[in-house]
């Protein structure tokens, strides 16, 4: 039982991992070592900007709407690589993992706040 309530409450931590999430998409391409499209690794920096950026306005002033916006990059990120066509490299598997772990870590905290009012985001990380 103890297990499950690690879960109910949004904490810090899932912030800060949606910040390391943020910083290795962004730099994938090199981390991935094989030549990668230029696209692809644009696409990969502007992600990663865009994800660590929802989560650092996560721990300032906690709103659903950041959470949903990793929902979507996270789906882009695994559409990406069949879009701008790099499917058949390393990047595309580490789009795929990074983007779902982004899906699921932004479900996680969405389904934490449904319930939460205004004023309880609001108290997030104090």
Do not use: C
Not at 4 to 31: C, M
Not at 59 to 65: I, P
Request: aromatic fraction near 10%.
């Amino acid at each position: 039982m103890a297990g499950i309530r690690l879960f109910d409450v949004h904490r810090t931590w899932e912030d800060y991992a949606g910040v390391t999430l943020g910083i290795l998409i962004g730099l994938s391409p090199w981390l991935t070592g094989g030549q990668v499209k230029l696209l692809a690794t644009g696409n990969a920096v502007a992600v990663g900007v865009m994800v660590l950026a929802l989560a650092v306005f996560e721990l300032v002033d906690l709103n659903r709407s950041e959470e949903v916006g990793e929902i979507v990059l996270g789906l882009w990120l695994i559409a990406s690589p069949l879009v701008l066509n790099y499917f058949d490299s390393q990047l595309a598997i580490w789009h795929f993992v990074l983007g779902a772990v982004v899906v699921v870590l932004a479900a996680l905290e969405l389904w934490q706040d449904w319930s939460l009012t205004e004023r309880e985001l609001m108290r997030h990380g104090r």
